[in-house]
């Protein structure tokens, strides 16, 4: 059959009839088996039931605001970074960090490219540093190791601070519940939320989710997502470290601090599909093991098959080891196409490509395409413009939807959506005391599915 590639005039053409409502006689609206016309599109879902954001190079002008950051670690000062590229007027007047030299570092980049002097007297360590930060500021990012987060957010409402939230938001059901709480409390006070799922600012992303809304493949019936990468950094350990010091600056690699890879990295794969679907998984069951890493106490690999509401499947794939295929990726299909974020197209049931993201076009109209800058352009705008906004609670289910696939790896079992929401698994409680001293380290063990054999 001949593969209808279409030209960038009838991806314009083909946008403008779906946005419309128009029922074509073009071979774009046709379909290849049957040559039967298309009587237009059902949307999977109404306009206004879902959030597509506006995505200007650069956030409106507006009043000064201050910023603090809480957690000044590698994502900590790209943040606060992406935050000065999205807006002017933004000054940063504190920093917390439990490390002192974390803590310098950011306040020297900061003052050497930015000509931004954070005062002595605004920068807090210690566990309890978050505090003093979000008293001085109206919007703070929080992005410390993730099992942290709920606690931080938590505060950062009650006293009234715009957030944005680095991903994953929890690494529990304990913390996600906190998130989902403390965000409806945030719109209640007019607070806007932001998250670290920047896919959702991506500009290939954003416009494949309004074609998928607008019906272009059709109701979805299933996917895959993939984030089969290298092993991650690890730190050894070295002398004068305590074991609290230890996790916390090899926090990936301990599952009470990042709630393992498939919640910390591959929670970006799963959020895409609920994003685009607008559903939840209902169960879980998958399979995971520890073949290659180093330190922790984590697995590095899983295999997770989630059953949805409506009885789609998404299988879920992820690992960090060196030397194996890379895939990092989403896929959709639908009753009449499919999407894939890989090559950014969506193809008819016979393969046609029916529509993929103009590069060429959208480099004539924007200038800014790094989506790290984007939801910060984003958070600004809705600050300025007095708008209240929640990421945090579909970020705190896409979360629990990657912790619920871990605990099926680690127990072997099939867990269901409600039980483990409602489940009092608390990561943090397994450090004890918040200070930097010893650790049950004997209890941090790998997990081992199933029964032993005999």
């Keep these: 059959m001949e593969n209808k590639n279409i030209s960038r005039r009838d991806f314009f053409s083909y946008s403008a009839m779906l946005g419309a409502g128009v029922v074509g006689s073009s071979a774009l609206l046709s379909s290849c088996a049957g040559g039967e016309k298309k009587t237009g599109l059902t949307p999977l879902r109404q306009p206004g039931e879902y959030y597509v954001p506006e995505l200007p190079d650069k956030a409106i002008e507006g009043k000064e605001l201050r910023v603090g950051l809480v957690g000044c670690g590698g994502r900590g000062s790209g943040a606060v970074e992406n935050l000065l590229e999205a807006a002017d007027g933004i000054v940063v007047a504190a920093l917390g960090d439990v490390f002192e030299d974390r803590l310098n570092g950011v306040k020297n980049m900061l003052k050497d490219k930015y000509n931004q002097v954070v005062p002595d007297d605004a920068c807090f360590v210690g566990f309890d540093a978050y505090k003093e930060v979000i008293d001085r500021v109206d919007m703070v990012i929080l992005t410390t190791p993730p099992v942290f987060r709920p606690v931080h957010f938590q505060y950062a409402v009650e006293k009234g601070v715009h957030s944005f939230l680095e991903k994953p938001v929890a690494v529990d059901p304990k913390g996600v519940r906190t998130v989902i709480a403390a965000a409806k409390q945030a719109t209640a006070k ?42 991650l950094w690890y730190r050894s350990r070295e002398a004068g470290w305590s074991d609290m010091e230890w996790n916390i600056r090899d926090w990936v690699n301990w599952k009470w601090l990042s709630g393992d890879h498939i919640v910390e990295q591959h929670v970006h794969n799963i959020d895409v599909f609920m994003w685009m679907t607008g559903k939840k998984p209902i169960r879980a069951t998958g399979f995971g093991s520890r073949q290659r890493r180093i330190t922790g106490d984590q697995f590095d690999n899983f295999s997770i098959d989630f059953e949805f509401e409506n009885g789609v499947h998404l299988h879920s794939m992820c690992r960090q080891i060196d030397g194996c295929s890379n895939n990092v990726s989403e896929f959709i299909q639908g009753t009449k196409g499919s999407w894939s974020s890989a090559s950014r197209e969506i193809k008819d049931l016979q393969g046609n490509v029916i529509w993929k993201f103009d590069d060429e076009a959208a480099k004539a109209e924007f200038q800014q395409f790094n989506p790290y800058v984007l939801e910060h352009v984003d958070w600004v705008n809705h600050i300025r413009k007095g708008e209240a906004h929640d990421e945090a609670t579909d970020t705190a289910y896409s979360t629990l939807a990657g912790a619920m696939g871990r605990e099926s790896a680690y127990t072997g079992q099939t867990i269901n959506w409600d039980d483990f929401l409602g489940a009092e698994q608390d990561y943090l409680s397994m450090a004890g005391e918040l200070k930097l001293g010893p650790l049950p380290l004997d209890t941090f063990t790998v997990a081992k599915p199933g029964s032993p054999q005999g």
Excluded: C
């Excluded at 939320?193 to 309004?210: D, M």
């Design 190 to 231: 007019g607070l806007s939320v932001i998250t670290g799922t920047q896919r959702h600012h991506e500009r290939p992303y954003v416009e494949a989710f309004k074609k998928i809304q607008e019906g272009i493949i059709g109701d979805i019936t299933g996917g895959n997502v993939y984030w089969n990468g290298g092993m």
